[in-house]
Nanobody, 125 residues
């Protein structure tokens, strides 16, 4: 039974940093597509970043240059390092994975993600 568990959310002042983590359990391999999404109240869910099995990454324009997604293969965890946080970054953040795409992440196909975490709140004031 595959589970994704996020951690690392919290409250921070604008300009600060946070690191989110998504721990994968129940799946032995580390070659998969992982995305981070966020959803603010009253807004649609948006993909923030993804990382493919080959380490390739992609970012939403709103976070380019401020967020970094990377994988810790030893701990089978994907992290989202967020710098220079802005009030517009306030949202609930979710990690999601596609274990069946051979590690390939589509640029704009959120339906490829079939496993989701429960989310972690990030509040920037």
């Amino acid at each position: 039974h595959v589970q994704l568990v996020e951690s690392g959310g919290g409250s921070v002042q604008a300009g600060g940093s946070l690191r989110l983590s998504c721990a994968v359990s129940g799946y032995t391999y580390t070659f998969y597509c992982m995305g981070w999404f966020r959803q603010a109240p009253g807004k649609e869910r948006e993909k923030v970043a993804h990382i493919g099995g080959d380490g390739s990454t992609n970012y939403a324009d709103s976070v380019k240059g401020r967020f970094i997604i990377f994988q810790d293969n030893v701990k089978n965890t994907v992290r989202l390092q967020m710098y220079r946080l802005e009030t517009n970054d306030t949202a609930k953040y979710y990690c999601a994975a596609d274990f069946g795409s051979n590690g390939y992440c589509y640029i704009d196909l959120s339906t490829q993600y079939t496993a989701w975490g429960q989310g972690t709140q990030v509040t920037v004031s």
